[in-house]
């Protein structure tokens, strides 16, 4: 009964997925979903942008190659509404009543995308302040693949699918050196919740890494 009443109370853990392109978030999402499967643990799936009506829409605007005239403060703006909208329509409301939450990608990719890519500094946090209401995930798993191999990667799945590059994966590999050096700054500053996992292991290797930080959130948040 006590463990019961735990359980109703308990908040659910919010954890994200960063990385360049092509690193191996889908894939890794998928099994981490199919683990809280596994032990019958409630767990919601999203990504930015997106995951809401709204943000889909905006989605498609950001991503969008024909936009080759998106100033960057419009871009993070874009980012941020997104952000916004999912964190009070999905995350919020399913942390509250104990349901986990995986999103692909989350305030560390506008960090790292908009804020050392595109060069706007400490204006993206401002911005996202609002954005986010201070929510932080309670872990990141950062999957580290040099953006050279992530589009090796994309190029691959896009050669085999038919797909085209968007508007982002369509950037300078100056650009995304630059988003690369910017992930690894966020994982020096707050190393305790930005965990860097070497992502040019077998995917089952990683799954296995991932879980077992996963499956210690799970058993700490019962205490
Ligand atoms: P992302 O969601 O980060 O863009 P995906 O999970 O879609 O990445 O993976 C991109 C491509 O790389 C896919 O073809 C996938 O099968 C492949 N891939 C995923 N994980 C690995 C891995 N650990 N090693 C090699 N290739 C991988
Ligand atoms: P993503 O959904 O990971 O693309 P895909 O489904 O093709 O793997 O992310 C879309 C792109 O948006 C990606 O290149 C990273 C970029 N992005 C930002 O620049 N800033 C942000 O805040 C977010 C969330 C994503």
Redesign the pocket.
Known sequence: MAKTMDKMNKRGIFITFEGM?GSG??TQINALKGFFEERQEECVVT????GTKVGDKLRDI??DPANTDIDPVT?ALI?AAS?AQLVRQVIKPALERGINVIC????D??IA??AY?RGLGPAVPMINKEATGGLMPDVTFFLDVKPEEGVRRITEVRNKSGGSL?R??LESSDFKSLVYEGFLSIAESDPERFLIIDGNRSAEEITEEIKAVTENLLNKQGE
């Open positions: 392109d978030k889908s990504r930015e942008p997106g950001v991503l871009e980012y952000r692909d990608r989350y305030l990719s506008s995308y908009q890519g968007d982002i994966e």
